[in-house]
């Protein structure tokens, strides 16, 4: 029903700049709650960033707050995540996923409430 593929991981310095995309196919997508999180090797999945189907409303991890932004453009099927000032500490697989239909925004922090999955982009931020 939704696909979802990430792009414009990379590498950068510390203190640089990164945009992550995330293209949707499928015509529900403008209608889901969309989150980012990323995973590092033998570390648990870690919330990262929210947003409402509307793009109204917006929601962060304390780690990445003032750092990172959440944006869509249902019109575009895409949703991004703008990072700035990253740190080695951001260095790690982001994912991009949907929340279900059926799940309320409370449990937007736990991975397995998200219906669908992108393949991830890595991020490597150098000291």
């Known amino acids: 029903q939704v696909q979802l593929v990430e792009s414009g991981g990379g590498l950068v310095q510390a203190g640089g700049s990164l945009r992550l995309s995330c293209a949707a196919s499928g015509r529900t997508y403008s209608s889901r709650f969309m989150g980012w999180f990323r995973q590092a090797p033998g570390k648990e999945r870690e919330f990262v960033a929210a947003?409402?189907?509307?793009?109204?409303?917006?929601y962060y991890a304390d780690p990445v707050k003032a750092r990172f932004t959440i944006s869509r453009d249902n019109a575009k099927n895409t949703v991004y995540l703008q990072m700035n000032s990253l740190k080695p500490e951001d260095t790690t697989i982001y994912y991009c996923?949907?929340?279900?239909?059926?799940?309320?925004?409370?449990?937007?922090?736990?991975?397995?409430?998200?219906?669908?999955w992108g393949q991830g982009t890595q991020v490597t931020v150098l000291a």
């Open positions: 996923a949907a929340l279900r239909a059926s799940i309320s925004y409370a449990y937007r922090t736990v991975p397995s409430m998200y219906e669908y």
């Open positions: 947003i409402s189907s509307s793009g109204g409303s917006t």
